[in-house]
């Protein structure tokens, strides 16, 4: 079996549901964490064990859902610098076939 984390969206809701189970080989949940997570106080700098360890597939998985739900990233790592390399490519580009 492997884990599954799915995001659901809820219709006329400012929120999403996170599913968190598992899937046997077909893809169909037979599994799922019912009861709530619960939250226990921590001293500053304590040292934390992660609360979920998942796969990089399940983490692109959850991605997935996330773009499909219709969520986008604010900000991209390097967008400035990958969109002026595209508009420097066009111009040569122009350039070369208007012979400017």
């Known amino acids: ?12 809701s400012q929120s999403v549901g996170l599913l968190i189970g598992q899937v046997d080989f077909n893809g169909d949940l037979v599994a799922a ?3 709530p997570l619960t939250m226990e106080s ?17 983490v692109q998985s959850l991605m ?3 773009w499909y739900a219709g969520f986008r990233p604010k900000t991209t790592r ?3 610098e990958v969109v002026g ?4 490519h066009i111009n040569d580009l122009r350039r070369v076939a208007f012979k400017e």
């Open 1 to 12: 079996m492997k884990n599954a984390i799915r995001i659901c969206r809820k219709d006329y």
């Open 42 to 58: 921590c001293a500053s700098h304590q040292i934390l064990e992660e609360t979920l360890e998942i796969s990089f597939d399940e």
């Open 78 to 80: 390097d967008g400035n």
């Open 33 to 35: 964490v019912k009861s």
């Open 64 to 66: 997935d859902d996330l």
């Open 85 to 88: 390399a595209m508009k420097e």
